[in-house]
Nanobody
Framework: AQLVESGGGLVQAGGSLRLSCVAS????????MGWFRQAPGKEREFVAA????????NYVDSVNGRFTISRDNTANTVYLQMNSLKPEDTAVYYC???????????????????WGQGTQVTVSS
């Protein structure tokens, strides 16, 4: 199955962006979804996750209160609304999925087995 991210770009510090990730599968509601990011020279890190129903979410501390993950299971899409962006948010952002029978929002990279190609987010100071 394919995951396609969009919505990245260049924004000034304090600005906002909304990332989207569209999945090419009819059973989207059976997948937990996550957003990860990778800055140059750094490991890919967890940003946010949402359970298959959308009822459970999970965030890394550094984005809590600024970013919001959501999903629309009728549109096979997961979103990441990013507000109050900081230069340290600059990275390539990746969408990931995991087929699951539970309603968990996984924060471990190893729990995901399908990844998108990524979208670049650059925040200028």
């Amino acid at each position: 199955a394919q995951l396609v991210e969009s919505g990245g770009g260049l924004v000034q510090a304090g600005g906002s962006l909304r990332l989207s990730c569209v999945a090419s599968r009819r059973t989207f509601s059976s997948y937990a979804m996550g957003w990860f990011r990778q800055a140059p020279g750094k490991e890919r890190e967890f940003v946010a996750a949402i359970s298959r129903s959308g009822r459970n979410t999970n965030y890394v501390d550094s984005v809590n209160g600024r970013f919001t993950i959501s999903r629309d299971n009728t549109a096979n899409t997961v979103y990441l609304q990013m507000n109050s962006l900081k230069p340290e948010d600059t990275a390539v952002y990746y969408c990931a999925s995991r087929f699951t029978g539970t309603d968990e929002a996984y924060d471990l990279r190893s729990r995901y087995n399908n990844w998108g190609q990524g979208t670049q987010v650059t925040v200028s100071s």
